[in-house]
């Protein structure tokens, strides 16, 4: 047995609780040093784990200890902190997206040499979005022709205490919740040939509800209700919907159309949950049974994925593409025009079905 891989965590924020109870235990790596601007927030971190040390931003990519560093900043800071990462020679594994924009995604790519570049979301690799894609990939549902995607919420400003990022470059309901949908629709259709899209803003100022800035106006510098049409490679067309200026909705997260049958998917936010059949002439919607996928994963899986066997699913690749896809719904609907995509991807391996047991969480 070697030793389990160093992994230094760069922003201890809301979302790190989640990846600390994925990767604190698990037996394949060790969280030896946190660091955050903040560094009571560093050192709150680093009391959670037996021997992690809480360090600067620049001590903890200097640690010879860190193998990978974990990047849970804000959006704005991910590229300089990916870069700065990868010049200390460090893997990266970071929240989504992978940067504001699509120049500084592709410089981290091009920096990364022999090192590896993931990003979140993961939860494409869960039971929920891998069972539906192999029902794709063995045929159920003939020649997937279409899917249809949809997201909407008030706003995060409901229950995050320092909400501020979600209404800036980077931000708003697109660049917040397309990853999972987009990633997700990438798994199961594959890449993204051109976009068209159409976006709205309700309000210019959005007000804290919770925590110690509760009742604080902030500025909203990017659309909240954003829409588009994919037009992937493959010839299928997938229609999205990404919304902070709904109260709810009853639309199914994802629905996917075949020639011979249809598809209805669970959340992709989230790794498990009911993916459903319906074939031509039937009463009822059948239940699939879990076929591929980790099952009762969390955050940080895409992590341990590469740790584990280098499964590398959670690739800075698909990350890329799926940031230029909304970057140009976004530059589609300002400018009235379809746009044709840059990027492409290669869809990785489908995930075998791995029990938790499996793939050796903590017990
Ligand atoms: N909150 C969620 O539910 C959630 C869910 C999924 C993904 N995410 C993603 O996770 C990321 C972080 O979100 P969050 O909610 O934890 O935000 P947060 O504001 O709660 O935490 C971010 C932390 O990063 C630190 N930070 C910012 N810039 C830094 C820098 N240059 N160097 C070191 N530390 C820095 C901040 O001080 C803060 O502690 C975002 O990309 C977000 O999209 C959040």
């Known amino acids: 047995m070697g030793e389990p891989h160093g992994i230094g965590i760069v922003g ?3 979302i790190s609780g989640q990846y600390f109870d994925t990767l604190a235990a698990h037996p394949d790596v060790r969280i030896v040093a946190t660091a955050d601007l903040d560094p009571a927030r560093a050192a709150a971190g680093a009391q959670r784990i037996p021997g992690c040390r809480s360090l600067t931003v620049e001590e903890l990519l200097a640690d010879p200890a860190v193998d990978t560093v974990l990047n849970l900043t ?5 590229a300089p902190v990916a870069l700065a990462a990868l010049r200390h020679g460090k893997n990266v594994y970071g929240e989504k997206p992978l940067a504001p924009t699509v120049a500084p ?26 069972t539906a894609r192999a029902a794709v990939d063995a045929g159920e549902i003939g020649r997937p022709v279409a899917a249809v995607a949809s997201w909407t919420a008030p706003g ?8 501020d990022f979600y209404y800036r470059e980077g ?7 397309g990853p999972y949908y987009l ?3 990438f798994h199961l259709l594959g890449p993204v040939a051109r976009v068209s899209g159409a976006s709205s803003r309700s309000r210019d100022v959005r007000q804290i509800a919770t925590g110690p800035r509760a009742g604080e106006e902030i500025p909203v510098e990017v659309d909240t209700h954003v829409t588009g049409i ?3 490679v493959s010839g299928a067309v997938s229609t999205v919907t990404f919304s902070f200026d709904g109260v709810a909705t009853q639309a199914a997260p994802i629905e996917m159309h075949g020639e011979e049958a249809t598809l209805a998917l669970p959340d992709p936010n989230f790794f498990d949950g009911e993916v459903r059949l319906r074939r031509p002439g039937a009463d009822n919607w059948d239940s699939l049974p879990v076929r591929a996928g980790y099952e009762n994963a969390g955050r940080g899986i895409g992590l341990i994925d590469f740790v584990r066997d280098g499964g590398a699913r959670a690739h800075g690749d698909i990350a890329l593409h799926v940031l230029e896809i909304m970057t140009a719904l976004t530059d589609s609907a300002r400018e009235g025009r379809r746009i044709d995509l840059m990027t492409t991807a290669t869809r990785p ?4 079905r791995t029990s938790r047991a499996d793939w050796g969480a903590a017990h």
């Open 105 to 130: 995604a592709r410089q981290i790519l091009d920096a990364a040499g022999s090192a590896w570049v993931g990003c979140a979301p993961d939860t494409a690799l869960g039971a929920g979005v891998q």
């Open 74 to 78: 804000v959006p704005a800071a991910h």
């Open 12 to 14: 201890i924020g809301v």
């Open 171 to 177: 931000g708003g309901p697109l660049f917040d919740m």
């Open 349 to 352: 391996p489908i995930v075998p």
């Open 230 to 232: 994919l037009e992937h």
């Open 183 to 185: 990633t997700a629709l």
């Open 156 to 163: 995060h400003e409901a229950w995050h205490p320092h909400p």
